[in-house]
């Protein structure tokens, strides 16, 4: 089971941490990612971690703003968003896979919103 929290309401520019508490299964196990989908668009890949932490993936939109990281003592996974901007409305979801860091996630979380405000 995940489990998100730390979604609300920020003015751009501002900063919000999600977190992600994974429960049920080994979570060193697995390569841990966060995902978004605005209204009336398609997921899409934000950010992940390998299982060990060692390395990370972003996309594009998010690079030098967002930063993941993991608790494996905690099982938790984290989304440190800094310089909010409006386009980074959505609901946002954590998971958990085996495949790739992009990809061939099998878990995932009920969603947090995120609604950023110009």
């Known amino acids: 089971q995940l489990v998100e929290s730390g979604g609300g309401l920020e003015q751009a520019g501002g900063s919000l941490r999600l977190s992600c508490a994974a429960s049920?299964?080994?979570?060193?196990?697995?390569?841990m990612g966060w995902f978004r989908q605005a209204a009336g668009k398609e997921r899409e890949f934000v950010a992940a971690i390998s299982r060990s932490g060692g390395s990370t993936d972003y996309a594009d939109s998010v690079k030098g703003r967002f930063t993941i990281s993991r608790d494996n003592a905690k099982n938790t996974v984290y989304l440190q968003m800094n310089s909010l901007k409006p386009e980074d409305t959505a609901v946002y979801y954590c998971?958990?896979?085996?495949?790739?860091?992009?990809?061939?996630?099998?878990?995932w979380g009920q969603g947090t919103q995120v609604t950023v405000s110009s």
């Open positions: 998971a958990a896979g085996r495949v790739s860091l992009t990809s061939g996630y099998d878990y």
């Open positions: 049920g299964r080994t979570f060193s196990n697995y390569h």
